[in-house]
């Protein structure tokens, strides 16, 4: 039986919620059909979407305290695409950071600052604590990265009247 891409998103839509609310999905899996959803673009989004989130989101927030920062950082990156707020997500992950910013690495830091580049103006201001942090992290383990990756992390700080360290790799 063929289905079309809306058919077999409605299908989808439908099945995964019930299916991880009775069973004990894992880490990985969970993430990965998060963020497949929220990387869908909004023309194509069944209008049963948004109750799809509804389910979703209460249950990655209550996991992602448990998760590594592997599993946060593929969250963070699928966040980047999403068309919905999701803030019950987004300040999970920025509190997950927070609160294990020693246990960022290079990429996770860059993920992190790439997310809040997403925000709006209020909520990166709120956070301010955490960018202090990732400052003394990138101070701490001399990380640095490509000139393309400064370029985006310039134009954050420059949009939001914040500073985040970024050293250019040395060719």
Known sequence: MAYSQLEFWELVLATIPREVAVSQWGAEPLVKCFVAVAKLEAEVYPVSLPSFFQVMEPIVVRKIPAWNPTIVTALTWGL?????????????????????????????????????????????????PLIKMINRRVDQEHYAYSEHQCKLVEAFCNRFGVHVRMDVTQK
């Open 80 to 128: 980047l695409w999403r068309r919905l707020a999701l803030r019950a997500t987004v300040t999970a992950v920025l509190q997950f950071a927070q609160d294990n910013m020693a246990t960022y690495g290079k990429a996770e830091v860059y993920r992190l600052v790439r997310l809040m580049a997403s925000l709006d103006g209020d909520t990166v201001r709120e956070w301010s």
